[in-house]
């Protein structure tokens, strides 16, 4: 089982950033990657950007070139840098992790961007 916590949402005027943060813990060995995804109110949950095992990173075109992913010098904790946010950005940010064929998420973490 892997556990895994978000932190870091909150409120920011459109233009602004914010850093989300995601720790794993438990079977954390052999994860091969994590992910950000959101879910905006009354959309289906959408891939926003993910990291393998090996540092490759990939991002929905709507957040390309805004947002950055990242792991922590541990490799359990994965950073979600939001840059240049807008309101189409507020949704509840969930973390998820992929480990031998299972999927594991966090509880969300929720962002709001104000025009």
């Known amino acids: 089982q892997v556990q895994l916590v978000e932190s870091g949402g909150g409120l920011v005027q459109a233009g602004g950033s914010l850093t989300l943060s995601c720790a794993a813990s438990g079977d954390i060995f052999s994860i091969n990657s994590m992910a950000w995804y959101r879910q905006a109110p009354g959309k289906q949950r959408e891939l926003v950007a993910v990291i393998t095992s090996g540092g490759s990173t990939n991002y929905a075109d709507s957040v390309k070139g805004r947002f950055t992913i990242s792991r922590g010098n541990a490799k359990n904790t994965v950073y979600l840098q939001m840059n240049s946010l807008k309101p189409e950005d507020t949704a509840v940010y969930f973390c998820?992790?992929?480990?031998?064929?299972?999927?594991?998420w966090g509880q969300g973490t929720r962002v709001t961007v104000s025009s």
């Open positions: 998820e992790a992929h480990r031998l064929g299972s999927d594991y």
